[in-house]
């Protein structure tokens, strides 16, 4: 398979570095480091918002560092999780004395990790706590996790709690906040193709080319069917109900929605899924506040969407609403 790419044990630090070329005025790299911070942190009396994960999500989490989201991204190598030393130099980074939080897709070497970042930041003084976003409705277990996944509903957990960090909130209410938005989002997607590594160059499962597997993850870990290819209606169909099925939603309920592309899906088949999505919501009763429709946590060239929804109160609306100014992700 063809990649872009220069040699393949350079594929993060290179494409960090690209990522820092682009947005000078909004990031900088830490040195010796695969994290990246905003420009100004560690910010006087807020608390600092880190999160990270494997490379090839992207926009996420480089995407997501900037004014009204996180103050600091950490990228392990591809699929693979950061390792401790380097979330823990994010940590100090972004520190003012106010404490860190720090925000964990729900994928057990995401966990082990900034788990261990934490201590190591609490033995050095640094106040810390975190959450482990799930909000992935396909599968309780999988190769990667114990439990439900951590997909693309983290990207607007970064957004509701980037906002309120940047509003002064303590670490205590911080984890409130988060704690109530991730009880509130879920997400399902559907891959039409495999993602393809840099270091094999080979897929990380096989489609036929009438084939779609329901449920996938984000590293490409199994979903819960694999079927024939369907329209983009009857996609968005099976997915918008399988997230309903999951959330106590009422008629008149506030909610956002995200369609989100993983990696080698068009926006117009992207917008022509949101379509129906807004379709099926709308005929239910309910009120869509915010849609988000793009590539925001992807898995390498993957063929394939995921849909997102976000039940909203008056509290979250604010906060998802508020300015947000960051490579990837703009309000």
């Given at each position: 398979?063809?990649?872009?790419?220069?040699?393949?044990?350079?594929?993060?630090?290179?494409?960090?570095?690209?990522?820092?070329?682009?947005?000078?005025?909004?990031?900088?790299?830490?040195?010796?480091?695969?994290?990246?911070?905003?420009?100004?942190?560690?910010?006087?009396?807020?608390?600092?918002?880190?999160?990270?994960?494997?490379?090839?999500?992207?926009?996420?989490?480089?995407?997501?560092?900037?004014?009204?989201?996180?103050?600091?991204?950490?990228?392990?190598?591809?699929?693979?999780?950061?390792?401790?030393?380097?979330?823990?130099?994010?940590?100090?980074?972004?520190?003012?004395?106010?404490?860190?939080?720090?925000?964990?897709?729900?994928?057990?070497?995401?966990?082990?990790?900034f788990e261990m970042a934490?201590?190591?930041?609490?033995?050095?003084?640094?106040?810390?706590?975190?959450?482990?976003?799930?909000?992935?409705?396909?599968?309780?277990?999988?190769?990667?996790?114990t439990g439900r996944r951590?997909?693309?509903?983290?990207?607007?957990?970064?957004?509701?709690?980037?906002?309120?960090?940047?509003?002064?909130?303590?670490?205590?209410?911080?984890?409130?906040?988060?704690?109530?938005?991730?009880?509130?989002?879920?997400?399902?997607?559907?891959?039409?193709?495999?993602?393809?590594?840099?270091?094999?160059?080979?897929?990380?499962?096989?489609?036929?080319?009438?084939?779609?597997?329901?449920?996938?993850?984000?590293?490409?870990?199994?979903?819960?069917?694999?079927?024939?290819?369907?329209?983009?209606?009857?996609?968005?169909?099976?997915?918008?109900?399988?997230?309903?099925?999951?959330?106590?939603l009422q008629e008149g309920?506030?909610?956002?929605?995200?369609?989100?592309?993983?990696?080698?899906?068009?926006?117009?088949?992207?917008?022509?899924?949101?379509?129906?999505?807004?379709?099926?919501?709308?005929?239910?009763?309910?009120?869509?506040?915010?849609?988000?429709?793009?590539?925001?946590?992807?898995?390498?060239?993957?063929?394939?969407?995921?849909?997102?929804?976000?039940?909203?109160?008056?509290?979250?609306?604010?906060?998802?609403?508020?300015?947000?100014?960051?490579?990837?992700?703009?309000?």
């Open positions: 398979m063809k990649k872009v790419i220069n040699k393949t044990n350079d594929v993060v630090t290179e494409m960090v570095d690209g990522v820092v070329a682009a947005y000078p005025h909004v990031i900088r790299r830490l040195p010796n480091t695969s994290a990246v911070v905003r420009t100004e942190a560690p910010i006087a009396n807020k608390v600092g918002i880190v999160s990270g994960g494997g490379s090839g999500h992207e926009p996420a989490h480089a995407g997501y560092v900037g004014k009204g989201m996180l103050d600091a991204a950490v990228a392990g190598e591809v699929f693979t999780a950061p390792t401790p030393d380097q979330i823990l130099e994010a940590m100090k980074a972004v520190d003012s004395g106010s404490g860190v939080f720090l925000i964990i897709k729900n994928y057990t070497g995401d966990i082990m990790n934490a201590e190591l930041a609490e033995a050095e003084g640094i106040k810390a706590d975190y959450i482990v976003v799930n909000d992935d409705v396909a599968v309780e277990d999988s190769s990667f996790t951590g997909i693309a509903g983290t990207v607007l957990v970064h957004k509701i709690i980037g906002a309120l960090a940047e509003n002064g909130a303590a670490l205590e209410e911080i984890k409130r906040v988060a704690e109530k938005t991730v009880a509130n989002v879920r997400s399902m997607g559907v891959a039409l193709s495999p993602s393809i590594m840099p270091g094999s160059g080979k897929a990380s499962f096989e489609l036929d080319e009438n084939e779609m597997e329901i449920g996938i993850g984000i590293h490409g870990e199994p979903g819960i069917e694999r079927k024939q290819l369907a329209t983009a209606d009857e996609l968005a169909e099976e997915l918008t109900q399988h997230v309903l099925g999951d959330l106590s309920d506030n909610i956002a929605v995200m369609v989100n592309g993983l990696g080698a899906t068009p926006e117009m088949e992207l917008y022509i899924v949101n379509r129906k999505v807004q379709d099926i919501l709308q005929k239910q009763g309910m009120e869509v506040v915010r849609t988000f429709v793009g590539d925001f946590m992807t898995s390498l060239e993957m063929a394939g969407c995921s849909v997102t929804i976000l039940k909203l109160d008056d509290e979250l609306t604010e906060l998802l609403q508020s300015e947000a100014s960051t490579p990837g992700f703009h309000v």
